[in-house]
């Protein structure tokens, strides 16, 4: 399973140190001071985060596992920019993934969060009045269906806890391509079970802008629904 996203060519190999210590920290207590890691501004982002329920990680009642440490990656996304992945609830109906973006600045000879991207691909102004399903020129994904079908395939995890279960099944998601290309308000219209939903909406989440839809000749938004099938195959017998 890839992680979605391009990994940066350069980074700053403490700044990856520096993130993995704090989401150790994070993930296997159940108090922590923010300050310690992070500025006063970014803490404030992060409590609002939390309090609208677009953070996923750092709840008070945010239930921590020691599996969670376990899938813990830090991944460069670009100039001070880092992702911290890992799987929460692993093995379980709610197993899900976790990619919270972080910009991180060296300090002398210490560290520091100074931003968090707070896109969580929700976008509230779109409505029943400005969002369009039936269009002349559908949205399309960079390099067409063939291209789709391959980031899919690439980047839908397929849960631990629906291979220990054997579950197969698909998901649609439908969503909504803004007139700027970017995917937004992801929603499962047909669920399997929590973990492999979970999994379909990641990989929604994190695809890359598409061409935008048309009619009439101008950018709109366009509601899109796209089928995402999970496949359980028997592991392949080892004839040592």
């Known amino acids: 399973m890839a992680v979605c ?6 980074y700053d190999e403490g700044a990856v140190a520096f993130l993995k210590n704090v989401y150790t920290d994070i993930l296997g207590s159940n108090s922590v001071d923010l300050n310690q890691y992070m500025t006063e501004a ?7 985060l939390n309090k609208e ?7 008070d009642n945010y239930d921590r596992t020691p599996t969670d440490l376990v899938t813990l990656k830090v991944i460069p996304r670009g100039k001070d920019w880092y992702s911290v992945y890992f799987i929460s ?7 899900r993934q ?6 991180v600045k060296k300090e002398k000879t210490s560290y520091r ?11 509230t102004t779109l409505t029943a009045d400005n969002v369009m399903s039936v269009v002349e020129h559908f949205p399309l994904f960079p390099g067409g269906d063939e291209e789709m079908n391959k980031f899919l395939t690439e980047n839908v995890y397929y849960p631990t806890y629906a291979q220990t279960h054997k579950l197969s099944g698909r998901v649609v998601v439908t969503m909504v391509v803004r007139k700027d290309g970017k995917v937004c308000n992801p929603k499962v219209i047909r669920s399997v ?3 492999l939903d979970n999994a379909a909406l ?13 009619d009439r000749g101008r950018l709109v938004n366009v509601k899109y629904t796209i089928p995402i099938s999970f496949k359980y195959r028997e592991p392949k017998a080892n004839n040592l």
Request: aromatic share 10%.
């Open 5 to 10: 996203g391009s990994y940066a060519q350069k």
């Open 42 to 48: 970014c803490c404030d982002k992060i409590n609002r």
């Open 53 to 59: 329920r677009h953070c996923f990680v750092i709840y």
């Open 89 to 95: 609830d692993l093995n379980t109906e709610r197993e």
């Open 98 to 103: 976790h990619d919270i973006r972080y910009q």
């Open 113 to 123: 969060v100074t931003d968090i991207d707070e896109d969580n691909g929700i976008d």
């Open 193 to 195: 079970c929590p973990c």
């Open 202 to 214: 990641y990989a929604i989440k994190h695809m890359p802008r598409w061409q935008p839809g048309r």
